[in-house]
């Protein structure tokens, strides 16, 4: 029997519950994706010639992706960006980007996705412990 997550929650995770996360957050990510991706080709396809087509495809573009980030959201997690996920750990986030095989970067609230660390780099203490850099 596979993990229970609960929804509609916001989290402090340990990098090792955000780990545990990730396959899920992945898969929803995945998913919109490859939705986006195709509405991406249709909206290159018809962009100068139908105004109203390009109009639509963009409507349902922006709405699978605020879908997304509801998605994520409901699991505890923020969706930060586009296939972008920051996961509170109590001191800053540790940051997962869309298609990276592994969580492995952390940034301070402070800071943003260009200053991620790897998480190697950082102490892990439990959440709510300051980190030292």
């Known amino acids: ?14 990098l090792d519950d955000a ?7 992945r898969r929803v990510t995945d998913e919109a994706n490859l939705k986006v991706k195709g509405l991406l080709s249709l909206l290159d396809a018809v962009r100068e010639r139908d105004t109203e087509k390009a109009k639509e495809l ?4 922006n ?5 997304w980030q509801t998605k994520i959201e409901k699991l505890g997690a923020e969706g930060k960006g586009l296939w972008l996920v920051d996961f509170d750990c109590g001191t800053g986030y540790y940051c997962w980007k869309f298609p990276e095989d592994r969580l492995e970067h952390y940034h ?5 996705f260009q200053a991620r ?3 190697t780099e950082i102490h892990n203490p439990a959440p709510g412990v300051p980190l030292d850099h």
């Not at 963009?58 to 573009?61: A, H, L, N, R």
């Open 1 to 14: 029997m596979g993990n229970v997550f609960e929804l509609n929650k916001k989290r402090i995770f340990s």
């Open 58 to 61: 963009e409507t349902k573009i």
């Open 117 to 119: 660390v790897r998480t």
């Open 19 to 25: 780990r545990d996360l990730l396959p899920v957050i």
């Open 108 to 112: 301070s609230y402070t800071e943003g």
């Open 63 to 67: 709405k699978h992706v605020e879908e």
